[in-house]
């Protein structure tokens, strides 16, 4: 069973600032998931990669499948980006079966 | 608003009642997935469907929980006898097939045991 690990839990930074999230795997993968999550539960993906780096707009997600570590960064950070960030992986390592999820990183964003 | 819903939103319940929880998946996605997420934690694994059999449960899915999908499209979890430490969001998830492994989340239903 693949387990993962992300830092760090809490993060507080000023706007404008460039902000990296970690995350590493135990179990080789088919992909890995970047996910966001806001107060109130709602859940959105964010990336799902399987190599190298992925960019949509201020969010760039990036890959070391050797080294079984992933980073997610925002950069230009803004109060509105606030908000939860989870990496998540496939259970065992496959695409079909179910995710484990690392405990998120709570984002604050201030003025 | 991905396209999965469920429903209650919300549910609060006494100890020792039954509930049961409602998904609705994106029509065309045959993978429907249970997760469950405790406060200041992240999600956790209960169980999948692939269109109408449950093809995994995790540990975490005691015997008074029970999953169905009767006819692979909505899904239904069911808690017997909850207790306290049922209190939770449980989230529903899908994906369709063959596709990437990009899966959607519902908003999550909310129970409270009291």
Known sequence: ?111 | DTGVSQDPRHKITKRGQNVTFRCDPISEHNRLYWYRQTLGQGPEFLTYFQNEAQLEKSRLLSDRFSAERPKGSFSTLEIQRTEQGDSAMYLCASRASGRSDEQFFGPGTRLTVL
């Not at chain 1, 966001?36 to 964010?46: A, E, N, Y």
């Not at chain 1, 109060?79 to 998120?104: E, H, M, Q, W």
Request: charged residues 15%.
């Open chain 1, 1 to 111: 069973k693949n387990e993962v690990e992300q830092s760090p839990q809490n993060l507080t930074a000023q706007e404008g600032e460039f902000i990296t999230i970690n995350c590493s795997y135990s179990v080789g993968i088919s992909a890995l998931h970047w996910l966001q999550q806001h107060p109130g539960g709602g859940i959105v993906s964010l990336f799902m990669l399987s190599s190298g780096k992925k960019k949509h707009g201020r969010l760039i997600a990036t890959i070391n499948i050797q080294e079984k570590h992933s980073s997610l960064h925002i950069t230009a950070s803004h109060p509105r980006d606030s908000a939860v960030y989870i990496c998540a992986v496939p259970n065992s390592g496959g695409g079909a079966d179910g995710l484990t999820f690392g405990k998120g990183t709570h984002l604050i964003i201030q003025p």
